[in-house]
């Protein structure tokens, strides 16, 4: 696995933490975020990984 790969991987992994934390303490601004970085994480690791099959041809 490439390090950014990894990254994205963590950053996920950060965000539903934050959005479980956020979801069972009451608190909107952390789940939000956790719900924001889960949804960066992804758009970004399929973005890396385009970039790679494109780079390619």
């Known amino acids: 696995m ?5 990254t994205c991987l963590c950053l996920m992994i950060v965000g ?3 959005f479980l934390y956020g979801s069972n303490y009451y608190d909107v601004i952390v ?4 719900v ?4 960066v994480g ?6 890396l990984k385009l970039y790679e ?5």
Do not use: Q
């Not at 490439?2 to 990894?6: P, R």
């Not at 992804?42 to 973005?47: C, D, N, Q, R």
């Open 2 to 6: 490439l390090w950014k790969s990894v």
């Open 16 to 18: 539903v933490v934050l």
């Open 31 to 34: 789940g939000w975020v956790g």
């Open 36 to 39: 924001f970085l889960v949804v």
């Open 42 to 47: 992804f758009f970004a690791l399929v973005t």
């Open 53 to 57: 099959k494109l780079k390619k041809v």
